[in-house]
């Protein structure tokens, strides 16, 4: 069945699945924190969205990747201010940026 739309107020460790019950909506969970998705879990009268199957994401490795994009957007961000700043675009000293950017 085709999905009407998305229903984005609910919460549960069942979601996100369609519901042809609910007018055929896509229930998203909306407290992925509280209720994260498990495979154990299974409305009554939805159908997963997407298949269940245990992560084999390792997690350090995704914690790498992602400083690893941290750091080369943050270097980016600076090389883009930095020209800026050269170019007249963007008024003061990348010293001035530096302090109002310091890490808290």
């Not at 957007?73 to 010293?95: H, I, N, P, T, Y």
């Given at each position: 069945?085709?999905?009407?739309?998305?229903?984005?107020?609910?919460?549960?460790?069942?979601?996100?699945?369609?519901?042809?019950?609910?007018?055929?909506?896509?229930?998203?969970?909306?407290?992925?924190?509280r209720f994260p998705t498990t495979?154990?879990?299974?409305?009554?009268?939805?159908?997963?969205?997407?298949?269940?199957?245990?992560?084999?994401?390792?997690?350090?490795?995704?914690?790498?990747?992602?400083?690893?994009?941290?750091?080369?957007?943050?270097?980016?961000?600076?090389?883009?201010?930095?020209?800026?700043?050269?170019?007249?675009?963007?008024?003061?000293?990348?010293?001035?940026?530096?302090?109002?950017?310091?890490?808290?």
């Amino acid at each position: 069945p085709e999905a009407a739309g998305c229903m984005e107020h609910l919460f549960g460790n069942d979601l996100p699945a369609f519901n042809p019950s609910q007018q055929n909506q896509v229930l998203l969970n909306a407290d992925t924190v509280r209720f994260p998705t498990t495979c154990a879990s299974a409305g009554p009268s939805s159908i997963r969205v997407c298949p269940c199957e245990e992560s084999s994401i390792d997690k350090e490795k995704e914690a790498e990747e992602f400083r690893r994009r941290l750091a080369t957007e943050a270097v980016r961000q600076l090389r883009v201010a930095d020209e800026e700043v050269k170019s007249g675009k963007r008024q003061g000293k990348m010293g001035d940026w530096w302090a109002t950017h310091k890490p808290s």
